[in-house]
């Protein structure tokens, strides 16, 4: 290409030029938002940080196919193979089909990123859509001898696949090291070893979401989606895959995992993750209750803001940060965040208004010869 693209390959720990598999079209997948609540702000990093990528791709000419999920089954509380759903647990509070709820955040998230200037993703799975093949990748992981069935469970054998591959290389983490620092928890006892993580779980009777299945009435694990959908799209060996690096251990991992397993390799050839957004200094979610969502700052409508905020200077804000570091939220970071917008809006606005004189005051070869 005329403008090489280098990126910071998490996987190698360097920066690398970047080459497609296939030039010029290029295959990029995201994880995408769970949709059970209102996007808050750090949802809103990484669809702006991937849709600037999105953007400068095209912009370099190539052909890009990015897939972003959503994922609407399996993601328990927590994000571990026990506990309720987040949707079920949500449709259940709210009484609604859980559906229902899977439809309307997921309305709301495409039009809180629109406001804030995201493209839609060329394709946008949901997991619920792709039981069947999720079922598939189970059952050859199975055939392979990586996976165990458990009470109508299946788990990932994650000593076994150690033992021939490298469980850990994307996040650096050690096999012998998660031995020492993993608990017990209830509903484990299922696992030859706790850090064993659910390719398929069987449903309790009162859980609302549930397939039937080769191994029991269930759903599928979290972590599966990922792996199913991006090759479904994308291919067995695709260019990019991007997230928050709060992804990275386990969902990250263990989806490098079970593509190796399935297919003998890796998918990925150049992972690609986000820094998160902090409050006080702590990661901002809602599972810490420490989450300003987009709505309350498009409106102004929360006790740590003195104002609302236009969307597009939530997205300057997000962009003033290098995408690899933290990035601190306050109040008064997003006041300068728009002063700066402004400033930056005004020099736009007067690009066109600037005539050119026919002579100048500046001889630029006198320049060039110092």
């Known amino acids: 290409m005329e403008h090489p693209l280098f990126i910071y390959n998490t996987l190698s720990r ?3 030029q970047f080459v497609p598999l296939h030039h010029p079209y290029v295959g990029m997948y995201v994880c995408g938002p769970t949709v059970y609540g209102d996007p808050h702000l750090g949802h809103a990093r990484p669809a702006i940080v991937f849709d600037v990528l999105f953007r400068y791709l095209k912009y370099l000419g190539y052909k890009v ?4 999920n959503i994922t609407d089954v399996g993601h328990l509380e927590n994000d571990a193979d026990s506990g309720e759903d987040k949707i079920a647990k949500k449709a259940r509070l709210e009484q609604l089909e859980p559906m229902e709820v899977v439809q309307y955040y997921t309305n709301r998230y495409h039009a809180f990123m629109d406001k804030m200037g995201v493209l839609r993703p060329s394709i946008e799975p949901h997991a619920s859509g792709h039981i069947l093949e999720q079922q598939e990748w189970i ?4 055939n392979l001898g990586f996976a165990y069935e458990s009470n109508g469970s299946v788990y990932f054998d994650v000593d076994k696949y150690n033992q ?3 469980y850990g290389k994307l996040s650096g983490r050690k096999l012998e090291d998660l ?3 993993t608990r017990e928890l209830d509903g484990q006892h299922e696992k030859r070893n706790p850090f064993d993580f659910a390719l398929w779980k069987k449903a309790s009777p009162e859980h609302i979401m549930r397939w039937h299945s080769p191994w029991s009435d269930g759903f599928p694990g979290w972590h ?3 792996s199913v959908m991006s090759t479904k799209y994308l291919g067995e060996e695709f260019d990019i895959h991007g997230g928050g690096m709060d992804l990275m251990f386990p969902h990250h991992e263990c989806e490098i995992a079970q593509s190796v397993a399935a297919q003998g390799k890796d998918s990925v050839r150049y992972w690609m993750h986000n820094n998160l957004i902090t409050i006080n200094g702590q990661k901002m979610g809602k599972s810490l209750g420490n989450f300003i969502t987009l709505e309350e700052l498009f409106t102004g409508n929360n006790k740590l803001l003195s104002q609302s ?3 597009m200077v939530i997205r300057f804000f997000i962009l003033q940060a290098q995408y690899r570091g933290t990035l601190d939220f306050s109040n008064e970071a997003l006041i300068a965040a ?3 917008y402004l400033r930056l809006m005004e020099a736009y606005s007067n690009i066109n208004k600037i005539s050119p004189s026919a002579t100048s005051t500046f001889n630029i070869d006198e320049t060039r010869t110092k």
Do not use: D
């Open 14 to 16: 360097k920066k690398e």
């Open 65 to 68: 196919r990015y897939v972003r």
């Open 139 to 142: 059952q050859q992981i199975l």
């Open 164 to 166: 021939k591959y490298n």
């Open 179 to 181: 031995y020492a620092t």
């Open 224 to 226: 599966l989606e990922c």
């Open 309 to 311: 905020f236009h969307p």
């Open 338 to 340: 728009e002063k700066g």
